[in-house]
T-cell receptor
């Protein structure tokens, strides 16, 4: 039973355009949502997070949107850069320092 | 601060052998987590510690797996009698209590032949 779902295994976006990565979750107890980026042979790197009391959080080129009623969140990257090519994991937890439940990831390709 | 470190980075072993991995968290991080990632999947939670106390273990952590954090600093994860299904990337992360961000190490890639 997958509690965090990333339904797009891969996504290709032109350099300079907006990348939108989507994520759905099923557990209504989740209160914290995170996005991690992973390059091959490296551990996941934290990108941005949002708590359930907010619907938007922004950090530079990265913005996360949360729609609690739809149990859906998305990560927007504007503008997309070549270095953004990586696997992006959506993740969630009940409490701020609890175990994290990850999705299967979306591989983002930024095209020149 | 140099971040979370893990050793070894790679381990190849034969089925039935025991292996041990080490994780050194970011200093002053009192929470330490172990995850496992297999091909095409996201990281899956195994266990976590607050200081030296092991607070939760996943059902993924069979009797062959044991984790310790004896002095509340570094942690070890031991797999006894390895099986081919144990082949995976083993990831360690650390965090501060009541903060949601976990910082991951580079992982230990295990291959069981």
């Amino acid at each position: 039973d997958q509690q965090v779902k990333q339904n797009s295994p891969s996504l290709s976006v032109q350099e300079g355009r907006i990348s939108i990565l989507n994520c759905d979750y099923t557990n209504s107890m989740f209160d914290y949502f995170l996005w991690y980026k992973k390059y091959p042979a490296e551990g996941p790197t934290f990108l941005i997070s949002i708590s359930s009391i907010k619907d938007k959080n922004e950090d530079g080129r990265f913005t996360v949107f949360l729609n609690k009623s739809a149990k859906h969140l998305s990560l927007h990257i504007v503008p997309s850069q070549p270095g953004d090519s990586a696997v992006y994991f959506c993740a969630a937890s009940d409490f701020p320092d609890d175990k994290i439940i990850f999705g299967k990831g979306t591989r983002l390709h930024i095209l020149p | 601060d140099t971040g979370v470190s893990q050793n070894p980075r790679h381990k190849i072993t034969k089925r039935g052998q025991n292996v041990t991995f080490r994780c050194d968290p970011i200093s002053e991080h009192n929470r330490l987590y172990w995850y496992r990632q297999t091909l095409g999947q996201g990281p899956e939670f195994l266990t976590y510690f607050q200081n030296e106390a092991q607070l939760e273990k996943s059902r993924l952590l069979s009797d062959r797996f044991s984790a310790e954090r004896p002095k509340g600093s570094f942690s070890t994860l031991e797999i006894q009698r390895t099986e081919q299904g144990d082949s995976a990337m083993y990831l360690c992360a650390s965090s501060v209590v009541r903060e949601e961000t976990q910082y991951f190490g580079p992982g230990t890639r295990l291959l069981v032949l």
